[in-house]
């Protein structure tokens, strides 16, 4: 049997032997994911014990991790948190959380949330699968983004796109009715992937009002990359699809 929890720079993994006796062992952020800035790691150590949450086996208490009621916005695979930071800074009204696997992106994110003072930003480096097997209530969530997933654009890797129909099943039972899955790709291939996954999904109906797009909402920042992207005449496209039932 064994437990995972993170505090700052490291991985402890729990275990216990077949008799009961308690075994730590500690993998490292830098080993096993790529190494921290020194801005990174500082932030990791200052800012994870008010804004870290750790991994365990238990549903997350809304209320009580952000000591207030709110709408809860939970971002899947946030990279360095800018932009998750800067909605979270637009709207204090509301709980953002974000789940990402490279330390890095999270050490980036904490820095950035720490200069910025938010108290409404929460962050966790664990594989978002397991976060929302084991940790997120059902129909707890207002929103879930995803935002720029990796497109895995051969057609022999497609199977690898995190939008199937088993994934977008589980977020529905995490979203409160009329709570909202929005999605944004750059890689048109993959937004129609998006699309017809989310057609053929049930209990799931589409916001849009005029084809399958919505143009980019305002509370979704523009990044350096999108902006650039732009610039080349890349398109970019946003899915909203909203919890029917």
């Known amino acids: 049997m064994s437990e995972v929890t993170k505090k700052s720079g490291d991985v402890t993994l729990t275990e216990f032997t077949e008799d009961g006796k308690l075994v730590r062992k500690i993998r490292s952020f830098v080993r096993r994911e790529g190494r921290l800035t020194k801005g990174q790691e500082m932030a990791m150590d200052k800012h994870w014990p008010t804004m870290g949450v750790d991994f365990v086996k238990e549903n997350l208490n809304w209320a009580e991790e952000y000591n207030r009621e709110a709408p809860v916005v939970l971002e899947i695979g946030f990279g360095m948190g800018a932009s998750l930071v800067e909605m979270a800074k637009n709207a204090p009204e509301k709980n953002f959380i974000g789940i990402e696997v490279h ?96 057609n053929a999904a049930p209990g799931y109906k589409n916001t849009a009002t005029d084809g399958d797009y919505i143009p980019r909402p305002d509370d979704r920042p523009l990044t350096k990359f999108e902006a650039r992207g732009h610039r080349l005449g890349h398109g970019v496209w946003d899915m909203k699809f909203a919890r029917t039932e």
């Open 103 to 198: 330390s890095p992106g999270v050490g980036a994110c904490l820095m950035a949330a720490g200069e910025a003072e938010l108290t409404n930003l929460r962050v966790m480096c664990h594989d978002g699968v397991e976060v929302f097997d084991y940790m997120i209530p059902d129909g707890s969530l207002d929103t879930v983004q995803l935002f720029f997933p990796d497109p895995w654009h051969k057609a022999r890797h497609h199977k690898r796109r995190i939008v199937q129909p088993e994934f977008v099943e589980m977020l529905r039972k995490k979203l409160k009715i009329g709570g909202v899955f929005h999605m944004a790709t750059d890689w048109e291939n993959y937004a129609e992937h998006m699309v017809e996954v989310m």
